[in-house]
C-alpha cells in the first residue's frame, strides 16, 4: 500500500496541474476505502451473530425485540412456530415436483423448531428471574400440544417423501415434546412473584 502511495505521490508530481484534482479524488478515494476495510471484521461479526436467527424475519426479529414483556415474546415465538408449520404441512401436500424441496421442507421443520426452542429457552431464562409467565407458559402448553398432534400426524401419514425429513421431523417432535413438559412442570410449581401494595 505504501509503495503504491510513494509512486501516486510522484505521478502527482509530475502530471500536468490539470490534472491535480484527479489526482487528489484518488487519493482520498483510497483514504475512505481503508476505514472500510478495517470495518468488514465488525460486519462480518454481526452477521455471525445473528446467524442462528436466520429462520426469523427482518420483521419478526422487530417485533421479538420490541415486545414489552416475556409474555409476549412467549406468544410471537408460538406464533412464529405455528407459521412455519403451517407452511411445511403446505409444501408437504404440493405435488409439483421442484427444485431444491428437500431443502425446503427441511429449513421449515428447522425454522419451526427454532422458534419453539427460543419460547422454551426465553421461560427457563425469565422463571429464573422470577418474572410472572402465566401467559407463556399457559400459550407454551396448549399450542405445544397442538403442534405435537400435527408433527405426530405428519410422521403417522409417511408417504414416499418421509426419508429425506424424517431426521429433522423427529427432531422437531422431540424438542416440542421436551417444551412442553419443561412447561407443564412449570406450571405445576411455579409461584409467580408477589406485588406489594403501595402503602
Same mark, same amino acid.
Given at each position: ?11 502527482? @508530481?509530475?502530471?500536468? +496541474? *490539470? /490534472?491535480?484534482? #484527479?489526482?487528489? %479524488?484518488?487519493? =482520498? &478515494? $483510497? @483514504?475512505?476505502?481503508? +476505514? *472500510? /476495510?478495517?470495518? #468488514?471484521?465488525? %460486519?462480518?461479526? =454481526? &452477521? $455471525? @451473530? ?10 419478526? %426479529?422487530?417485533?421479538?425485540?420490541? @415486545? ?132
Amino acid at each position: 500500500m505504501k509503495l503504491l502511495l510513494m509512486l501516486g505521490a510522484v505521478a502527482g @508530481a509530475s502530471a500536468l +496541474p *490539470a /490534472a491535480m484534482p #484527479a489526482a487528489r %479524488a484518488s487519493a =482520498a &478515494a $483510497a @483514504a475512505t476505502s481503508i +476505514p *472500510a /476495510a478495517l470495518a #468488514a471484521p465488525a %460486519a462480518a461479526g =454481526a &452477521a $455471525a @451473530a445473528q446467524e442462528k436467527k436466520d429462520y426469523l424475519t427482518d420483521s419478526e %426479529a422487530d417485533h421479538i425485540r420490541d @415486545a414489552e414483556t416475556p409474555n409476549e415474546r412467549v406468544t410471537l415465538y408460538i406464533s412464529f412456530a405455528s407459521d412455519r408449520l403451517k407452511k411445511f404441512q403446505y409444501e408437504a401436500s404440493r405435488t409439483i415436483p421442484e427444485r431444491k424441496r428437500e431443502e425446503t421442507l427441511n429449513g421449515l421443520l428447522n425454522a419451526y423448531s427454532g422458534c419453539v426452542d427460543d419460547a422454551a429457552d426465553l421461560l427457563n431464562l425469565e422463571i429464573d428471574k422470577g418474572a410472572d409467565l402465566r401467559g407463556g407458559l399457559k400459550e407454551m402448553v396448549t399450542h405445544g400440544k397442538e403442534f405435537l398432534a400435527a408433527l405426530d400426524k405428519i410422521k403417522v401419514a409417511g408417504g414416499p417423501e418421509l426419508e429425506i425429513y424424517k431426521d429433522t421431523l423427529d427432531d422437531a417432535i422431540e424438542g416440542t415434546q421436551d417444551a412442553v413438559t419443561e412447561a407443564e412442570a412449570a406450571q405445576k410449581s411455579y409461584t409467580p412473584p408477589v406485588r406489594r401494595k403501595p402503602s
